[in-house]
């Protein structure tokens, strides 16, 4: 039961440079989101899809892209690295909402970028 | 908006010693709540939720919380700490219908003393 893969588990980036974050899950699970974690700040969130086709803003999207094509895949791109975006990057999907729908982590993807 | 409220950055307790960590929250409506636990270098690991019923919850590793509406609060607590439980611990809120984001405090961090 694999359940929320992330790929890489780490990436060193220099400035300017482009990236995609790449997040799978077998859970059909309609909603996925991208967080990034850094010190003191907690989870923030990214973007956040609700379905195939469809997705929105988080409360930091400024530098990121992402789109969903498929249930499974919700891959988040960085158009051109900065130093401001190292950090560690969680994808979570969630079920339907009721008494089971917590977020379910993969285990992040750590970015440097130089 | 909705939003998370950890005031303590960083808890110390001794072995052997109860503990409360404390998390207030702002949401619209009757919230989804949830307690998320991280160990150094590791993703989120579910400790528990409040989605209905009864306000005093039970979770994993022996935590419990309780949702007081009027105080806006889901404080975790645990009678007795090991020092395994040193992790960082996170709060978070989100609608319990509808495919709606989840929002995250900035986290509490404890340290468990011998």
């Known amino acids: 039961n694999a359940g929320v893969t992330q790929t890489p588990k780490f990436q060193v980036l220099k400035t300017g440079q482009s990236m995609t974050l790449q997040c799978a899950q077998d859970m059909n699970h309609e909603y996925m989101s991208w967080y990034r974690q850094d010190p003191g700040m907690g989870l923030r969130l990214i973007h956040y899809?609700?379905?195939?086709?469809?997705?929105d803003q988080g409360e930091v999207p400024n530098g990121y892209n992402v789109s969903r094509s498929t249930t499974e895949d919700f891959p988040l791109r960085l158009l051109s690295a900065a130093p401001s975006q190292t950090s560690v990057y969680f994808c979570?999907?969630?079920?339907?909402?009721?008494?089971?729908?917590?977020?379910?982590f993969g285990e992040g993807s750590r970015l440097t970028v130089l | 908006a909705q939003s998370v409220t950890q005031p303590d950055i960083h808890i110390t307790v001794s072995e052997g010693a109860s503990l409360e960590l404390r998390c207030n929250y702002s949401?619209?409506?009757?919230?989804?709540l949830f307690w998320y636990v991280q160990s150094p270098g590791q993703g989120l690991q579910l400790l528990l939720k409040y989605f209905s019923g009864d306000t005093l919850v039970q979770g994993i590793k022996g935590f419990e919380a309780e949702f007081k509406r009027s105080q806006s609060s889901f404080n975790l607590r645990k009678p007795s700490v090991h020092w395994s439980d040193a992790a960082e611990y996170f709060c978070a809120v989100g609608a319990r219908w509808g495919y709606q984001k989840v929002t995250f405090g900035t986290g509490t961090k404890l340290q468990v003393i011998p």
């Open positions: 979570a999907s969630r079920s339907p909402s009721g008494s089971s729908g917590e977020l379910f």
């Open positions: 899809s609700v379905g195939a086709g469809i997705t």
């Open positions: 949401y619209g409506a009757t919230p989804y």
